[in-house]
Structures are given as structure tokens and as C-alpha cells.
């Protein structure tokens, strides 16, 4: 069975190491090595800081946070990050040039999980940005 942890955090930068910290902590028990726990976390910041720099809060004013780990052989996880959108943006992997500061982001993410996307909320107009490790995703569009 799934065991779900949600978690929520305040819409700027200093939520990006309290994320990890709190997924890290959820992960601990969960049977992975250490570069599966790394890579997760690596994955979890840039989703978070992409959150935090590039879209709105949620109307609560924060990001919420999903882990959803599914202790199997080897255990499948599930990462999201729902923020307040970005009308008019885009979520998508950009190719940065040699002397840019930023924008490897996703390409990062796409690297490192098994896959990953968006689920635009249009009711709410809320974004979440998910992605799955150790198998195909189990619950989001592809």
C-alpha cells in the first residue's frame, strides 16, 4: 500500500532545502539507496525553485508538496509540486546556452526521473509539476 505525505511550505527560496528535508525524511525509511535519495532530492529542488521563481502562490499564499512512496522491489516514487500557476507560461525543458545562469532546470529533471510532466488545474488555475522514479507514473497524464 502507498503510503502519501503531503507537505506545505511558503511561497520563496527557503522552502527549497526545508522540501528536501522533510521529503529526505519521508525516504530514510523507505528502502532506497543513497543515489536514488540523492537524485530524488536533486529533482525535488528544481521543482520547488522553478515553483518559487516562475509562478504564483497557491491561494494560500504557499506550495504544497506530494511524496507518495510505494514500498516494492525496488519501491516506486512519486514526487509533485503544486503551485498558483503561471498564466500564459509554459512549463517546458529549454536548451541554455554556455554563459547562461539558469535554465537547465528541467532538463535536469528530465534526466534524472523516470518521467515527469505537468497537470494544469484550469478550475483553479493551480499547476502541479510531478515526477516518478523507479517506474512509469501511476497517476498523471502522459
Request: charged share 20%; hydrophobic share 40%.
Amino acid at each position: 500500500m502507498p503510503a502519501t505525505h503531503w507537505a506545505t511550505f511558503a511561497h520563496d527560496a527557503a522552502s527549497v532545502p526545508r522540501a528536501r528535508h522533510v521529503v529526505r525524511s519521508v525516504l530514510d525509511g523507505a528502502g532506497l539507496d543513497e543515489m536514488a535519495t540523492a537524485e530524488i532530492e536533486i529533482v525535488l529542488s528544481e521543482i520547488v525553485g522553478n515553483a518559487v521563481r516562475h509562478a504564483r502562490p497557491l491561494g494560500d499564499g504557499a506550495i504544497h508538496v506530494q511524496c507518495e512512496v510505494t514500498p516494492e522491489a525496488p519501491p516506486h516514487v512519486e514526487i509533485a509540486v503544486t503551485d498558483g500557476g503561471s498564466p500564459g507560461r509554459a512549463v517546458a525543458a529549454r536548451t541554455a546556452g554556455n554563459s547562461d545562469t539558469s535554465g537547465r532546470g528541467l532538463l535536469i529533471v528530465a534526466g534524472l526521473a523516470d518521467e515527469w510532466g505537468v497537470v494544469e488545474n484550469l478550475s483553479d488555475l493551480s499547476r502541479t509539476v510531478w515526477a516518478s522514479f523507479g517506474g512509469p507514473t501511476r497517476h498523471h497524464p502522459h
